[in-house]
């Protein structure tokens, strides 16, 4: 069985590909993990608010980098398991998926925790880890931009959700029940886990000695602007 997995940033999906691109019967590392996330000027779908087919890029036009990449994988018969953050998601990219893969949506229920995660990853750049070790974070001012730029990729996120879930049948599955017992968790939605390759390397949870809250230092003014918006999430 091969899998699209397709989430917004701090649901799980690396956690997540870990353990499903096992199940894949052929594996590549480069062409797989963040095969559409790959970072290059101008590669981001909201762009003070715009989708990315309408932004300004310095790169390749968006239809010819799209198609590139969606011919890439097709030179690979489709057969590789692949991670596609929602950010970088479009209509295109999302029929192509569903017409070549079976769909893993993963979503977070407590979206304030994933709020927070995501504007304290964003402020620190460290987005996983590879040990279990503390992970270190000076208190810091956040720029409500940030705040707001989540917001903004959550409402396109639900928009593109529906549309995924419309026109294709999809294995469901959320962050939480994930993380707390994730073979069994898996095996009841239909998904096999087998003994992990050599290729699985373990990712762990950021390990903060306090909430998260604690690290905002202008937390009244995130959890406002939060509240504000609730209702799209």
């Keep these: 069985m091969t899998y699209a997995i397709i989430s917004p940033m701090r649901a799980g999906s690396t956690f997540l590909f870990r353990m499903l691109r096992d199940l894949s019967d052929d594996y590549n590392i480069k062409l797989n993990d963040e095969f559409f996330n790959t970072v290059y000027p101008g590669w981001s779908s909201i762009d003070d608010g715009t989708r990315l087919r309408n932004s300004d890029r310095n790169y390749f036009p968006l239809e010819e980098e799209i198609d590139y990449r969606i011919n890439l994988l097709k030179k690979y018969n489709c057969k590789n398991t692949v991670k596609v953050i929602s950010t970088h998601l479009n209509t295109k990219i999302i029929d192509f998926l569903i017409d070549n893969y079976s769909v893993v949506i993963i979503d977070r229920q407590d979206k ?38 989540f917001l903004k990729i959550e409402k396109q996120w639900q928009e593109d959700k529906a549309y995924i879930l419309k026109n294709a049948s999809a294995i469901i599955l959320d962050y939480e029940n994930l993380v707390n017992n994730p073979i069994f968790y898996l095996q009841s939605h239909g998904i096999n886990i087998r003994p992990f390759s050599k290729y699985y390397k373990p990712i762990y949870k950021l390990n903060f000695k306090f909430p998260k809250e604690h690290y905002i230092k202008n937390i009244d003014l995130i959890r406002e602007t939060y509240k504000q918006q609730e209702s799209i999430l």
């Design 112 to 149: 304030y925790e994933q709020y927070l995660s995501y504007i304290i990853a964003y402020n620190t750049d460290v987005w996983n880890k590879v040990s279990p070790d503390a992970h270190i974070v000076e208190p810091f001012e956040c720029p409500v931009e940030y705040a707001l730029n």
